[in-house]
């Protein structure tokens, strides 16, 4: 028997790891998520590891970039060129020849974009001075899924229900949306304000005909002077 959870509120894609991305009236859902997500990730020249806001002390500017495909992905053909908007306001395309000089300067590192290949990369993730964690004030290293940019599951969803319980618990933070980077944004069919999230692990997910694997969850940290420490699902 199935149970109505909520409805799509929101739908997101990031062409860029780690950048913002753009909000969506639809989009494919295929085997490795949402059609064209995070296609492209920013590489560090001097250990091969990919660009993370999960490393806000190595990368804390990326959040002040957004990136959009040139033309629309298509699920057969080739990965479109992506365009960029740098934090000064201006912008850039894969297609430029000194691309990557342009971002090593704004990024302040020694990097080069690329889209997914074969193999896998590692990146790397904060993890603030927070009883409870695993590690605390130290950096660890992860390994992303294989061809891919994501930090674990292939589709990210949040529910409003979490935002207003975070809400309720750090009223001087700012919990948006983008800040999650979420694919999907659920709007709960109640009006509880909770980690409902938490109860999906291990479930399947139907949205319209499409049916997800099972839902997993992940814990993010976010770090930001305005926003204070939190941890926030993530999938």
């Known amino acids: 028997m199935s149970t109505h959870l909520g409805s799509v509120l929101s739908l997101w894609h990031y062409p860029v790891k780690s950048m913002m991305g753009q909000e969506l009236n639809a989009i494919e859902l295929t085997e490795r998520g949402l059609l ?11 250990d091969g590891k990919v660009a993370t806001a999960k490393n806000p002390r190595k990368w804390p500017h990326l959040f002040d970039f957004s990136a959009t495909f040139v033309e629309p992905a298509r699920v057969t053909g080739k990965l479109p060129s992506v365009r960029i908007m740098l934090p000064d306001g201006s912008t850039v395309t894969s297609e430029q020849v000194d691309l990557d ?8 590192r020694q990097v080069t974009l690329r889209a997914a290949q074969r ?7 904060y993890w603030p001075d927070m009883e409870g964690l695993d590690h605390r004030d130290t950096v660890t290293d992860f390994t992303l899924p294989e061809e891919t940019f994501f930090d674990c599951a292939m589709v990210h969803l949040l529910s409003t229900a979490t935002l207003g319980r975070l809400r309720q618990r750090y009223p001087q933070g700012r919990f948006e949306v983008r800040r999650f980077r979420p694919n999907i944004v659920v709007e709960a069919a109640s009006s509880e304000t909770g980690f409902i999230e938490n109860g999906w692990t291990g479930q399947t997910l139907t949205i319209g005909d499409e ?3 099972e839902h997993h969850r ?9 926003l204070g420490p939190t941890r926030a699902p993530e999938g």
């Open 36 to 46: 064209g997500d995070r296609a492209y990730g920013v590489i560090d020249s001097t």
């Open 218 to 226: 992940a814990l993010r940290s976010l770090c930001d002077d305005d």
């Open 119 to 125: 193999g896998a990369v590692n990146a790397e993730e």
């Open 101 to 108: 000089q342009i971002l090593s300067k704004a990024l302040n």
């Open 211 to 213: 049916r997800s694997p």
